[in-house]
T-cell receptor, first 115, second 111 residues
Framework: EPEVTQTPSHQVTQMGQEVILRCVPI?????FYWYRQILGQKVEFLVS????????KSEIFDDQFSVERPDGSNFTLKIRSTKLEDSAMYFC?????????????FGSGTRLTVV | GEDVEQSLFLSVREGDSSVINCTYT??????LYWYKQEPGAGLQLLTY?????DMKQDQRLTVLLNKKDKHLSLRIADTQTGDSAIYFC???????????FGAGTQVVVTP
């Protein structure tokens, strides 16, 4: 069964450093998403991406965050200058189209620890 | 505002039924979802229900929706040890891609 692949599974970074979280969505999917889950809290929507541009973003997704689809396969989330409160599990997801009948396939996540 | 609430933990004996409850606040949500997360894995879509339905059954899974009370439940019949996981309730308030998740219910199945 096709999977969404996220790398690395765990990243430790120093406060103030830039990090790039990588995702390889399912190949025929057109819609891409990032979510995050701070330990013990809810899974929160960050951003959706379609046709090489951001479709929607949450309040969390401020100027420190950016997304990119640099080639035909990768979808990345960059945090420019990490803060301690950015420590969380980050999930990438993709879908063939929008709507529940298509479902969203999530990756297994990248655990980001900012020290 | 949008909010989804779930109880955090459920312990159930193997073979019994599990019932996981969820409340949501956005009455405009047309679809409600249940996701499962096993250790080290991503979020797996288990099932979803359209808001004009009261019930949806899919093998061992039964979803009940009380739209008046904004209450959603997931019943797992004949719970197995492989059902041990975190179960997330989610709604899509007006935007397909922007799922609003609960904090997840950790289900532990004991022999």
């Amino acid at each position: 069964e096709p999977e969404v692949t996220q790398t690395p599974s765990h990243q430790v970074t120093q406060m103030g450093q830039e990090v790039i979280l990588r995702c390889v969505p399912i190949s025929n999917h057109l819609y891409f998403y990032w979510y995050r889950q701070i330990l013990g809290q809810k899974v929160e929507f960050l951003v959706s991406f379609y046709n090489n541009e951001i479709s929607e973003k949450s309040e969390i997704f401020d100027d420190q965050f950016s997304v990119e689809r640099p080639d035909g396969s990768n979808f990345t989330l960059k945090i420019r200058s990490t803060k301690l409160e950015d420590s969380a599990m980050y999930f990438c997801a993709s879908s063939e189209a929008t709507g529940p009948s298509y479902g969203y396939t999530f990756g297994s996540g990248t655990r980001l620890t900012v020290v | 505002g949008e909010d989804v609430e779930q109880s955090l933990f459920l312990s159930v004996r193997e073979g019994d039924s599990s019932v996981i409850n969820c409340t949501y606040t956005d009455s405009s949500s047309t679809y409600l979802y249940w996701y499962k997360q096993e250790p080290g894995a991503g979020l797996q879509l288990l099932t979803y229900i359209f808001s004009n339905m009261d019930m949806k059954q899919d093998q061992r899974l039964t979803v009940l929706l009380n739209k008046k009370d904004k209450h959603l439940s997931l019943r797992i019949a004949d719970t197995q040890t492989g059902d041990s996981a975190i179960y997330f309730c989610a709604e899509a308030p007006g935007s397909w891609g922007k799922l609003q998740f609960g904090a997840g219910t950790q289900v532990v199945v004991t022999p």
